[in-house]
């Protein structure tokens, strides 16, 4: 019998698990992938469960920037004490779409106590991205810092980008709610 490595093992599950009509769908709205498996958020986080945390599976698959599950895998597992401010600030640089920066900041750095001002650097980046990072980290922070958070979610709303209009705007909203009185 073969022995596969834990990078081999867990394509192998992606593979196993592949839904062709989500995949195809999502390739023609992510072309930043070569390859899309197609599955689900919960069987992502299943995979993450059943491997574990490690840091150089983790490495291995966020650097496989073609595989979209390999990116969505990998913040799931970085052992959380491992990831210091400046390996956050490469992955934010290096984040390709919305849908893996919301489970970077969700399942990884909201966790690390250098996420807030990792944020507020990231806040005013000429990248569209970077910004988006940077508010959805803001976003799983709250209720903290909400009123200093305000002033740059108003201003990055008004900028009318495309990428970051809806996530500040339910900001924005989210600050109101929570600062009522």
């Not at 990831?83 to 909201?110: G, K, N």
């Not at 940077?134 to 009318?160: D, K, T």
Request: proline share 5%; charged share 30%; hydrophobic share 45%.
């Amino acid at each position: 019998m073969r022995e596969f490595n834990e990078i081999q093992t867990v394509k192998r599950r992606f593979f196993a698990m592949r839904n062709g009509i989500v995949a195809d769908t999502l390739r023609r709205t992510m072309p930043e992938y070569k390859m899309v498996f197609g599955l689900n958020l919960p069987q992502i986080i299943d995979i993450a469960a059943e491997t574990g945390p490690s840091r150089c599976l983790a490495d291995a698959l966020w650097s496989d920037r073609r595989t979209r599950e390999s990116m969505l895998l990998a913040p799931m597992l970085y052992p959380r004490e491992e990831v210091d401010i400046t390996m956050a600030r490469r992955m934010v640089e290096e984040v390709l779409t919305p849908e893996i920066a919301d489970i970077l900041c969700h399942r990884l750095l909201r966790h690390r106590p250098f996420a807030r001002s990792l944020a507020m650097e990231k806040v005013t980046s000429a990248s569209d991205m970077e910004r988006y990072t940077a508010f959805r980290l803001l976003f799983n922070l709250l209720p903290e810092g909400a009123s200093e958070v305000r002033p740059f979610a108003e201003a990055e709303f008004a900028s009318e980008c495309r990428m970051t209009r809806a996530l500040t705007r339910a900001l924005i909203d989210e600050i109101d709610f929570l600062t009522e009185e």
